[in-house]
């Protein structure tokens, strides 16, 4: 019976009710389409990884999932890394930043073919001279840039020489000694990748090699593709806390003005259920189930519109931003939901159990 | 059940604070209303019917005296006591009718038993009650999809779907044509002679008044 009189109730008003919903999916949206931005980046980069070849990683000591460093030295593959059991090939990158998220790799493409056959061009091909660059399809795309047209990247001009398949190592690659020489790093790499003979061996090879060398951070590639989490990068967590709460904060006011009017223009209403015997518990009761409504449905339509803006960011606008569905993610964004709905709907909901039943019923 | 009366009321007085004044609302006041008793309480604006009402009926505490309902001493109740009280020993019929806008008058009368926490089907006797109210055919309908004596005969089922002691009924025929009016206290008459349901009406009309078996005046917080 509570449930007919809280559905009848939010058909009564149908555009309170309407906004009240849209503006809880909005909240679950923004969650949903933040955490799915992380995932899609993070996973994006683990399949650049995964797609270099290599069994296991090391990387310098200060270094950690986004920042790479540009302070390891080169030498350390010929006077380490090569001379290990095992190891079939290994090249050394430099990773630069060019912005967030985004980052310009420095390549030997003679060492880095030998890990995994080279790039798949779709255009054009390796460099020809210290001034080539070459980018993966969905960065041309996005740039709609075409082999042969000149790229300013680090406040100077290159040439695009090539355009290959995505998925392996970086979005924009340039010859190694030309950015070592720009960014100050000669002889510096960020990032050695190490193809073995036998990938069952990379556990040997990873205690040999740390035995070696001291606090380097040494992985396997399924550790290291495991590191692309949100929890592994501070910054992106800070930044979903601060979304959420402001989510929290939205949908808490949308809902506690909601109801607020709800009880206003229900007073006279409250006033009569109270003459019928019903308790302040009972009228709480009607209030939070109609929020509960409004919390599950908004969070349902939240879900639905995060495939709206997965289609937007991926498929319409072609930026440099993948969005993926985060299914885990979807009982916690209904969950700060409901409970930011249901923060909103205490106070209404307390003032409405709390109210006079005579000057209810008089209430006009 | 014994014979004494089903109220009963001894020096009843309520004072209540308007801003800073106290207002003495009800001034000593002695009333029995005995078992199957249809009383007409008149008077002018201000004479106390109301808070009369509104004490019989436990929306407000009484400030001294007795009264005693259906053998429950209504003094010193708590909130939550009164609450209980509304659900089974009063049924309220006001002016405005006091209809849940937004539930058919089926629904209204439902929820009436489902606050008393009678959730199973009606007594074969409540259907035969909505016949005599004449609602059979109009249970399906919102109350704004009724004419007022049809709302107010929903009301009325609702007031005694729970077999209340008694029946408060405050100016019910208000708001409604001479035809309506009339038809309504018909109603109420047929209920207390057929069902021996006990009635307490406010009115200030003497027409309406006159329905009752006995007519109570008060004036300035007192019974004449």
Do not use: C
């Amino acid at each position: 019976m509570i449930n007919k009189l809280v559905v009848e109730n939010l058909k009564h008003r149908p555009v309170r009710t309407t906004l009240s919903i849209v503006a809880i999916s909005i909240q679950v949206t923004m969650v949903l389409t933040l955490v799915g931005l992380s995932a899609g980046m993070l996973d994006e980069q683990a399949r650049r990884a995964r797609g270099i070849g290599a069994d296991i990683i090391v990387r310098p000591p200060s270094s950690s999932v986004l920042n790479f460093g540009l302070n390891m030295s080169a030498d350390l593959i010929p006077k380490f890394i090569n001379l290990q059991p095992h190891v079939a090939a290994a090249t050394g990158v430099l990773v630069y930043p060019t912005g967030m998220l985004n980052y310009i790799t420095g390549i030997d493409l003679a060492q880095f073919s030998q890990l995994n056959g080279g790039f798949r061009f779709v255009q054009g091909g390796p460099f020809q001279g210290p001034d080539d660059m070459l980018v993966d399809t969905y960065y041309a795309d996005q740039h709609k840039y075409h082999v042969g047209d000149a790229v300013t990247e680090l406040n100077r001009p290159w040439k695009l020489t090539g355009i290959y398949e995505p998925g392996m190592l970086a979005r924009q690659v340039v010859p190694l000694a030309t950015l070592q020489d720009l960014t100050g790093s000669r002889g510096k790499i960020s990032v050695i990748y190490v193809k073995l003979d036998d990938p069952a061996k990379s556990g040997d090879v990873i205690t040999s090699l740390g035995g070696r060398l001291k606090d380097y951070k040494i992985f396997s590639m399924q550790e290291y593709t495991d590191l692309y989490s949100v929890n592994s990068v501070p910054m992106l967590k800070t930044f979903t806390i601060v979304v959420i709460a402001i989510g929290v904060l939205v949908g808490f006011l949308m809902v506690f003005l909601s109801m607020y009017t709800a009880v206003l223009e229900r007073t006279r209403e409250i006033g009569v259920l109270k003459a019928l015997g019903a308790s302040p518990e009972y009228i709480l009761n009607i209030l939070l189930r109609e929020t509960a409504f409004l919390a599950v449905a908004g969070s349902l339509l939240g879900i639905l519109l995060s495939y709206a803006t997965r289609f937007t960011i991926n498929d319409v606008i072609h930026g440099s931003l993948i969005q993926s569905i985060v299914y885990k993610w979807w009982a916690i964004a209904a969950v700060i939901a409901i409970v930011g709905a249901m923060l909103g709907a205490i106070y209404p909901g307390l003032k409405a159990a709390r109210q006079d039943a005579i000057e209810a019923l008089a209430y006009e | 059940m014994s014979d004494a009366p089903i109220i009963s009321i001894r020096d009843l007085r309520k004072t209540y604070q308007a801003g800073e004044v106290d207002v003495h609302a009800l001034r000593g006041v002695n009333l029995d209303v005995e078992r199957g008793e249809f009383v007409s309480i008149v008077g002018p604006s201000g004479s106390g019917k109301s808070t009369l009402f509104h004490i019989v009926g436990g929306l407000t505490p009484p400030t001294a005296g007795s009264i005693l309902l259906d053998g429950h001493d209504l003094l010193g109740l708590t909130d939550a006591q009164r609450t209980e009280l509304r659900k089974t020993t009063v049924g309220f019929v006001f002016q405005k009718y006091n209809l849940l806008p937004t539930l058919t008058a089926r629904d209204n009368i439902e929820i009436a038993r489902h606050i008393a926490h009678k959730d199973g089907p009606p007594d074969p006797k409540f259907a035969e009650i909505l016949k005599l109210l004449g609602l059979t055919g109009r249970l399906d309908h919102k109350p704004r999809a009724l004419s007022g004596g049809e709302q107010q005969r929903v009301a009325i089922a609702r007031a005694i779907v729970n077999h209340p002691a008694i029946l408060l009924a405050d100016e019910p025929t208000g708001n409604l044509d001479t035809e309506n009016s009339t038809a309504v206290l018909g109603l109420l008459r047929d209920l207390n002679q057929r069902l021996g349901q006990t009635i307490l009406m406010i009115t200030h009309n003497p027409e309406a008044a006159a329905y009752g078996h006995r007519i109570v005046r008060m004036r300035d917080g007192r019974i004449e």
